[in-house]
């Protein structure tokens, strides 16, 4: 029987041949390719800087360097997330906390943040950073985020890992609001470099800043720099930072990707709008849609309504496995994992995200998904509801 994964890469002959070129260039690394593709991302998320890593984790430990979160920081995130949205806050020793969901979006709730944002101003224990997750594609509530974040003296870095290509407000993810986006390019997102990130700002110190600190912290530009170059071979390390930087490979893979962006994005739509109609009617809550953003649909995740069916996720998710079907789960609480419990967040502490957990799974969906293969998803699911 055939497997159908929950997501795959979708590789062209042209994607082929552009890494091929680069293979028998003069730079397989630290050449024009990368420049090349973060010129072209950036104009179409419709952002004025751009600055390639080497993966989303890494942009976004960068982007709160950048913005100097450090060991007496407190960033708060989203727990429907995978652990990086909050790891990266802890790389900078930074204390972390977390703002629940909405249920109908599955990002973070305005309501709960506005409602802990004034618990923590009579605490005084205001968050120097927030990081939205735009979950599966659907941006989050930037707008509102950026009046609060004016109000309460807060940065915003978005994680827009899922979110290449999506739309908010009728402009590209990433274009306003936040003082940094980041974007993944793992193999399953909607375009891939196997690894990879981007960072965006509209922020011009900020996005050198980041180009800065991807590369152990070294400037040739004599502006940074606190003596007089010696010559052309002459850099300075001018703070301490990592090697987050992408290959001339990646970049050739991603700026080839990115020429298919649009493509690709109505391919993800179409098989959507598929499972929207034909799993209407069972007990299930299916993702939401909201006039004022289009998602990219990085995911598909269906909730089994437990006020409509006494069959449990655990029972849905083993029938699709046991039907070659690679369903997934994301996510599973940040909070709830040991390492952050062992800093005192427990179970309990943010329902919507606890709830949502337990009943989410995520059901394949990727571009080169046959019509054929959908509807067998669907069928499995069916027989999995006794619908």
């Not at 909050?86 to 973070?108: E, K, L, W």
Request: with cysteine; aromatic share 8%; proline share 4%.
């Amino acid at each position: 029987m055939e497997f159908i994964p929950y997501s795959c890469q979708n590789i062209t002959r042209a994607d082929i041949e552009a890494v091929n070129k680069v293979l028998v260039s003069e730079f397989l690394t630290q050449g024009p390719t990368i420049a090349a593709f973060e010129s072209a991302f950036a104009e179409a998320h419709e952002t004025a800087h751009a600055v390639a890593v080497s993966n989303a984790t890494a942009g976004l430990h960068l982007a709160l360097l950048a913005l100097d979160v450090g060991p007496q920081s407190r960033v708060w995130t989203c727990p429907n997330s995978f652990v990086a949205s909050a790891n990266a806050a802890r790389y900078c020793g930074a204390q972390v906390d977390f703002v629940d969901i909405d249920p109908s979006s599955r990002n973070m709730s305005i309501g709960q943040l506005q409602q802990k944002l004034e618990l923590a101003k009579n605490s005084r224990q205001l968050p120097d950073v927030l990081i939205p997750v735009d979950f599966s594609g659907l941006s989050a509530d930037l707008r509102e985020m950026r009046v609060l974040g004016d109000q309460y003296g807060f940065k915003i870095v978005e994680d827009a890992s899922h979110a290449a290509g999506a739309s908010y407000l009728g402009k590209r993810t990433g274009s306003r609001f936040a003082d940094i986006t980041v974007f993944s390019f793992h193999a399953v997102k909607i375009i891939t470099t196997a690894e990879g990130g981007m960072v965006l700002s509209n922020d011009g110190a900020l996005a050198q800043r980041v180009r800065q600190l991807r590369s152990h912290g070294i400037t040739r530009v004599a502006a940074e720099m606190k003596q007089t170059s010696e010559g052309p071979w002459y850099y300075e390390q001018v703070s301490l930072g990592f090697n987050y930087r992408m290959t001339d490979l990646q970049a050739a893979l991603g700026l080839s990707q990115l020429a298919r962006l649009e493509e690709l994005l109505a391919q993800r739509c179409a098989l959507v709008d598929r499972y929207s109609s034909s799993l209407a009617g069972l007990p299930l809550l299916l993702p939401g849609q909201m006039d004022d953003r289009q998602s990219s649909w990085h995911l598909y995740v269906i909730e089994i309504d437990g006020a409509r069916t006494g069959i449990t996720r655990r029972d849905v998710f083993a029938h699709l496995r046991r039907a070659s079907i690679g369903v997934n789960v994301h996510y599973i609480p940040i909070h709830t994992q040991p390492y952050y419990r062992n800093l005192g967040f427990d179970w309990g502490d943010f329902p919507a995200s606890e709830r949502y957990y337990r009943r989410a799974i995520s059901i394949p969906l990727f571009p080169a998904m046959t019509r054929a293969q959908q509807d067998r998803v669907v069928a499995e699911l069916k027989r999995a509801l006794h619908a």
